[in-house]
């Protein structure tokens, strides 16, 4: 039954990458957007307010704003419950519906379930694909078969969905409510934070976060009258719509404490150290490689917001080094809060502090940037602690060490596949090949067919198991060009 559980919570997770790798960078250019096009901002910078490059931007904004609303399995959900809240009475009126939980969806007054409604919907379309893509159907319905049905099927599914889900939801939503007791209190952020780095080695951090950004868990705040739920619609709000120079200005702390400069924390200051660290404790003869590695990996979490290349470097062969990084990110969190810092949006990366925290008013990043050195200082000593005390074997101390990513830089990718292929065990060996932002996640038939000593010569970063017949290898951003070139041979 466990092993049941876990290999659906991992195909769970890789439901999940698609629409994250899509949200992602719409995500970005809608903050970018939304910030450049602020009457706020283009006081302070006149040349925004240029007809072409205020048309460009509030375009992009549009067009990037369609993109998170046009599945049609969310569609027939968010219908169905309104048909539901008129056909028993429920309707609020236009001017109170934000009280009574429910919101304008496309134009469609519905219950409002936010970020949930489209977890259902994925991952009824995820099971339906699957299950019903070569579906074979008599004759006369013949047009309706294979891929064809999978649409058909959903819209009836999420069609019961959205007439039952109301019955249940109040009992849900009371229980987030009851969650948001322990998130909004004076060590939240430390949940929070320490949370989410927590469920990074399983990749369910997203589902996490989403939980106090899109729900009840996060809070609900009144803003004008309209209330909004979680904190990332509040802050949305906020930052977007009424700017600095609004009275509403002052929640962005409390809002802020749960979202960019946690993550901050951990690309501009946990990871330096860390990465400082191992190099120090590195044996002499690897430090040149090690030091290439390291810069690779704070780089790309400094500039991309991507930091399992360096969390996986340790997080399987030091364990307890790992929750207690996890648990310093939290404490750092925490004190964020409490000097009130409040630079918001959702990433961590450098370009992310210089627009949400340099160029706004009230954001405290004077107190950030004391507080992160002083996080920095604790991390590299608590590192280089460990890591010499219990001779971890972080990169650069293995006794066979694998630290020569040279076809990964020369993106070799030909030749890393036939590595990979070869040390999995051969094609046969092979059931199904994903990857998600920087791992390749690999089915086997028989794990004890890898070879490790193989595997190393094509410059991985890490490599794990984290079920009996899976197996994950951490190559970085560019993992997703190794994947396309396993595919490519696997097919020939």
Same mark, same amino acid.
């Given at each position: ?6 290999? $659906? #919570? ?10 994250? @790798? ?29 007809? #072409? ?5 509030? !375009? ?15 569609? %027939? ?17 236009? &001017?109170?519906?934000? $009280? ?11 219950? &409002?379930? +936010?970020?949930?409604? @489209? ?41 019961? #969905?959205? %007439? ?18 322990? /998130? ?15 469920? =990074? ?12 950004? /899109? ?27 009424? @700017?600095? +120079? ?99 949006? =959702? *990433? ?32 590299? /000593? ?31 990718? !030909? ?55 899976? =197996? ?10 190794? *994947? &396309?070139? %396993? ?6």
């Amino acid at each position: 039954m466990l092993k049941k559980y876990s290999d $659906q #919570i991992q195909k769970f997770g890789r439901s999940l990458l698609l629409p994250i @790798g899509v949200m992602a960078p719409v995500g970005m250019i809608l903050g970018i957007t939304g910030v450049f096009v602020q009457s706020y901002m283009i006081a302070r910078f006149p040349g925004l307010g240029n007809p #072409i490059i205020n048309t460009t931007l509030v !375009s992009l904004r549009t067009i990037a704003g369609t993109v998170f609303a046009s599945v049609l399995g969310y569609l %027939i959900l968010i219908i169905s419950m309104s048909v539901w809240l008129s056909v028993t009475g429920n309707m609020a009126a236009p &001017n109170v519906m934000s $009280q009574m939980g429910q919101i304008k969806v496309l134009g469609i007054q519905t219950l &409002n379930i +936010n970020a949930m409604g @489209g977890i259902a919907a994925g991952l009824v379309a995820a099971w339906a694909t699957d299950k019903f893509y070569n579906l074979e159907l008599p004759i006369a319905f013949a047009f309706f078969a294979g891929k064809k049905s999978v649409s058909i099927i959903c819209m009836g599914i999420m069609l019961i #969905i959205g %007439i039952t889900l109301p019955f249940i939801w109040q009992y849900f939503v009371t229980g987030l409510t009851g969650l948001s007791v322990i /998130f909004l209190s004076k060590v939240g952020p430390f949940f929070t934070a320490a949370g989410e780095r927590l469920f =990074i080695p399983f990749g369910l951090h997203h589902l996490w976060n989403a939980l106090f950004r /899109f729900t009840e868990a996060g809070g609900s705040y009144v803003i004008d009258g309209t209330t909004y739920v979680g904190v990332v619609p509040t802050m949305n709000h906020v930052l977007f719509t009424l @700017g600095p +120079n609004s009275e509403y200005w002052a929640l962005m702390p409390k809002l802020t404490r749960f979202m960019a400069q946690q993550q901050m924390l951990c690309t501009m200051f946990a990871f330096p150290a860390i990465a400082l660290a191992m190099y120090h404790t590195a044996y002499k003869e690897n430090k040149k490689m090690v030091k290439g590695l390291m810069i690779t990996c704070v780089m790309t979490a400094l500039l991309g917001n991507v930091t399992e290349p360096l969390e996986f470097s340790f997080v399987f062969i030091a364990p307890l080094l790992y929750v207690i990084y996890a648990c310093i990110i939290g404490i750092g969190a925490v004190a964020l809060s409490l000097v009130n810092v409040g630079i918001g949006y =959702i *990433r961590g990366t450098i370009f992310d502090f210089a627009i949400f925290g340099l160029l706004y008013k009230d954001t405290n990043w004077v107190s950030f940037i004391i507080v992160g050195l002083i996080l920095s200082v604790a991390t590299y /000593f608590i590192f280089k602690y460990f890591i010499l005390k219990f001779n971890i074997k972080t990169p650069g101390r293995e006794d066979t060490p694998s630290l020569d990513n040279t076809l990964i830089k020369e993106k070799r990718y !030909s030749e890393i596949a036939d590595i990979v292929i070869e040390g999995l065990g051969g094609r046969s060996n092979i059931v199904n090949v994903d990857n998600c932002i920087t791992r390749l996640r690999i089915d086997l038939v028989d794990t004890k067919l890898v070879d490790q000593k193989i595997l190393e010569k094509s410059g991985y970063s890490g490599l794990f198991f984290p079920l009996p017949k899976h =197996i994950h290898i951490v190559y970085g951003p560019l993992v997703e060009f190794v *994947r &396309n070139a %396993i595919d490519d041979k696997l097919k020939k």
